[in-house]
């Protein structure tokens, strides 16, 4: 069979969606691709040809978008505009197909321009069909020059997750493979990097001498929605921590790269995972806490407890918030505990990332308030990106009484553009052939090999998850391994 291989011409591409009924097409995806098109950052020749088995034809299709996607859409601060929407779904084609059957894939030849531009396959199906769907594609002759989009969770271990990699690299090369983290697409995650390697203020003070501790939190306020089934089998360390947690990790410790190039990024990030100090049966035992919510309330109603919730075994021990202290070993971080911690149904939906520096060597002021959220960075991915920055001040007025204060950067009051969506971003890098912001293999892999040890011994002795009530911020036992250090999660200063 022929294949592709001319040069894809700029702006003509076919983006491919398999997966196109689901849940994450439905909501991320096309919503998504829409914002991009209605902005004018789409491309102008660019198809999408979403793929499902069902037997909807291209006007169900269509009816299907404007019932699920629509309303979505609408949600988003700057709502459907109408011309917009009905050129956007001009650009749709629907296919059906069955992904497991490799003969299938055949068909998608036939996609009008298919042959002729840049294909991009994104995978938004379970993990065990991104095999199957790699091998189909080759089978029709559709992989070369193509780029492949893999969504997380790419395995459930490391064995796993290896076998996918090597089964889709025998098909795709790594520089067609983009592994999406939305979290690397947050503005407030690109922003890190403008703040860290734009200005020469912190870098100086960011290594051990001057940093105490490091608090990376990610709570959420959901639950587990409609996904208790996949979510039982899967847990926060799986969910949040071993991607979206690890890789914030990452970008706060690396190294400057010597440019934004892919590769530059990815192999500092890469140089932190690899330094994780490898934890021991006593580390988990003592630094790490798991937990599970039980019926309390979130967003004001009472909800019900983590087992109770549908397609969720009631005698569940999947945690739903993970706390653990995390060390580096080089030469910038030795010493300097991370705090990293997630959960659903937590207090609150917040996403930040804390630099507490430390006390000054000594006070020529006089007493010092103890801490008075004072000597601190705060980068807030959300609900509002921010960056805070915690300093001393003196209160007016006679003598030395010291406050704590705050410079802050809201970014809403700078920049009055709408903040483009993770996903929209990440998705125009891939049309665009980006990939910065996707993980590479060795870096999911080495993420992989530090959480290993976790899992493993929670397989081994599956004791009961810490129980927490919906509507706080986790259990008890999370506070007490920051008290142990001296310090507190942020929420808990006074
Ligand atoms: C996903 C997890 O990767 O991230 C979900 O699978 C979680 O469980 C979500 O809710 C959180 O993303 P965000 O962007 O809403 O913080």
Redesign the pocket.
Same mark, same amino acid.
């Given at each position: 069979m022929a294949t592709f291989s001319r040069s894809p011409t700029a702006n003509a591409f076919s983006f491919v969606l398999i997966g196109g009924t689901g849940d994450l097409a439905m909501r991320k995806i096309l919503p998504a691709l829409y914002a991009a098109h209605r902005d004018g950052t789409l491309g102008e020749g660019g198809r999408i040809i979403p793929v499902a088995q069902t037997a909807l034809d291209q006007d169900g299709y269509i009816q299907w978008v404007n019932e699920h996607v629509k309303p979505l859409v609408a949600m988003v601060a700057s709502g459907v505009d109408d011309d917009a929407w009905l050129s956007f779904l001009g650009r749709i084609t629907y296919v059906a197909l069955d992904a497991s059957r490799a003969d299938d894939f055949a068909v998608l030849r036939d996609v009008p321009g298919m042959l002729r531009s840049q294909r991009i396959f994104y995978l938004a199906t379970g993990p065990s069909l991104f095999v199957p769907i790699c091998e189909g594609l080759a089978a029709a002759g559709l992989t070369e020059h193509a780029r492949v989009v893999l969504e997380?969770p790419l395995g459930h271990d490391l064995a796993s997750s290896q076998a996918i990699n090597d089964a889709v690299g025998a098909i795709f090369t790594e520089d067609q493979i983009y592994r999406i983290d939305?979290y690397l697409g947050k503005e407030a995650v690109q922003n890190m990097f403008a703040l860290r390697f734009g200005n020469v203020l912190f870098e100086p003070l960011w290594r051990r001498e001057w940093v105490e501790s490091i608090q990376i939190t990610?709570a959420?306020e959901?639950g587990v929605e409609r996904r208790g089934d996949f979510y039982d089998k899967t847990g926060a360390l799986r969910?949040?921590v071993q991607n979206?947690l690890l890789q914030l990790l990452s970008i706060v410790a690396m190294e400057p790269p010597h440019s934004m190039d892919a590769d530059a990024v990815r192999d500092e990030k890469l140089r932190v995972l690899r330094a994780l100090k490898p934890l021991r049966e006593e580390d988990i035992r003592q630094n790490v806490v798991r937990g599970q919510y039980r019926a309390g309330v979130g967003g004001g109603a009472p909800v019900p407890g983590y087992a109770e919730e549908p397609g969720v075994s009631h005698d569940s021990v999947t945690e739903t918030f993970v706390a653990l202290k995390v060390e580096i070993e080089n030469w910038r971080w030795s010493g300097v505990p991370f705090f990293l911690r997630t959960g659903k149904r937590l207090a609150g939906r917040v #996403?930040e990332i804390v630099v507490n520096f430390r006390p000054v060597p000594h006070s020529a002021l006089g007493a010092m308030p103890l801490r008075a959220g004072s000597n601190r960075l705060t980068i807030r991915l959300?609900p509002n990106e921010s960056v805070r920055l915690n300093v001393l001040g003196k209160v007016p007025g006679m003598g030395m009484d010291l406050r704590g204060v705050y410079l802050d950067l809201a970014f809403d009051r700078f920049f009055l553009r709408d903040r483009m969506e #993770?996903y929209q971003r990440l998705l125009l890098d891939v049309i665009a052939g980006r990939l910065a912001l996707f993980v590479r293999r060795d870096e999911q892999e080495a993420a992989w090999k530090w959480v290993a040890p976790i899992l493993e011994d929670w397989n081994r002795s599956p004791t009961a998850p810490k129980p927490y009530a919906a509507g706080t911020w986790g259990p008890a036992a999370a506070s007490a391994l920051l008290a142990r250090e001296g310090t507190c999660w942020l929420e808990e200063e006074s």
């Open positions: 997380k939305h990610v959420e959901l969910d949040m979206h #996403a959300q #993770a």
